[in-house]
């Protein structure tokens, strides 16, 4: 789905997740995980807070700020399909 101002929609997100997100990724993920989490602040909360034993540890936003947003968007998609969580 396109959007025509996703830092509208979501604010919280576009916030917290900066410039580390292209609009392509935005439009993919922050629904995605919105979704997930019942709310942008919520969604929020998960990428700041949420420790992940696949990212040795770190959050999905610590992670996302090393450089690693390949094996970031290969876990979400994971999840998203239902292969783990």
Known sequence: MKYKNI???FPALDKCSGDLFNK???EYFYPL??????SDSKAVTWLKNE???A????????????NRMDA???YIRHIEYG???
């Open 72 to 74: 970031f968007f290969y």
């Open 7 to 9: 830092s509208f929609i």
């Open 83 to 85: 292969v783990f969580a």
């Open 55 to 66: 990212f040795d540890v770190k959050t999905c936003l610590e992670f996302c700020r090393n």
């Open 51 to 53: 420790k992940i034993t």
């Open 24 to 26: 392509e990724e935005k």
């Open 33 to 38: 995980i919105t979704s997930w989490t019942c």
